[in-house]
């Protein structure tokens, strides 16, 4: 099974070049398969045979969607055709996350592919991690200049996304302006905590250039690198990789990394 999930990883991972041509009428399933190896048609109807009986188990008007074999077929295409389109290649980290909250709908019915993509994609909830709302709280009071110095921070994406936002700027803009702000940076933290990338690089929120500057615009700028040299002091890592062990933890997920040589 693992070596089946990790063959449709790299096939996935290709984009939809990795994957034979679709026709733009009727998805044939038939022919899609037959034009992968032998070991890759495993991996991908093991990885969707997998998904669908789950969505069957949890949907008991599944029939309504998939009432006949061909209609089940030319389903599995499309929805694995929307998760290339999508970038949904982790069952752990993505599929999973999407399951629960299958789960968690109150309905019968099969949802569309695009439904269930956008439960695959993690939330700070399901991370457990704070909501926006509460992480923006927490950012607004530790940028305050009297708590800076003593601050304490629930979660290094907390951190990084206030440091992104700029502490200077939580405090002289105004809330409307600084929550955009904030909540913008705070997704683009827990997406890269998620994939184990390195918090600490800003995000770009296209000010410009030097030159285009305001002397507020280039003195905050000089803030938020002050502000990335004591973050080490503070105990605060710029590696994404422990954020993400510690996501994981919290969805009980227990995997060994291995590095691709």
């Known amino acids: 099974m693992k070596a089946a999930v990790a063959i449709t990883k790299n096939i996935v991972r290709s984009g939809v070049s990795g994957c034979p041509e679709i026709p733009q009428h009727k998805p044939n399933v038939e022919s899609t398969v037959a034009s992968l190896s032998p070991q890759d048609r495993l991996a991908v109807e093991v990885l969707i045979n997998r998904l669908f009986r789950e969505i069957r188990d949890a949907r008991p008007a599944w029939r309504q969607a998939w009432g006949t074999n061909e209609a089940l077929a030319s389903s599995k295409v499309t929805w694995l055709r929307a998760f290339i389109e999508a970038g949904i290649n982790d069952w752990d980290r993505q599929i999973e996350v999407g399951l629960k909250g299958l789960r968690a709908e109150p309905s019968d019915f099969v949802p569309s592919p695009g439904k269930f993509i956008n439960w695959c994609r993690p939330t700070a909830e399901s991370l457990g991690l704070q909501s926006p709302e509460r992480a923006y709280q927490e950012a607004c009071r530790n940028a305050h200049p009297s708590t800076r110095a ?95 062990a510690a996501l994981l933890a919290s969805m009980g997920i227990n995997r060994v990394e291995t590095s691709n040589v």
Do not use: C, N
Request: hydrophobic letters at 40%; proline letters at 2%.
């Open 150 to 244: 003593a601050a304490k921070w629930s979660h290094p994406v907390t951190y990084h996304a206030a440091i992104d936002v700029g502490l200077d700027v939580l405090m002289q803009l105004s809330g409307v302006d600084t929550w955009k702000l904030f909540e913008r940076s705070y997704s683009v933290m827990i997406q890269r905590a998620v994939d184990g990338q390195a918090l600490g690089e800003g995000t770009s929120i296209g000010i410009g250039h030097d030159s285009q500057k305001t002397a507020f615009e280039l003195s905050e700028e000089h803030s938020l690198q002050h502000a990335l040299l004591v973050r080490e002091a503070q105990g605060i890592s710029l590696s994404g990789q422990p954020a993400r």
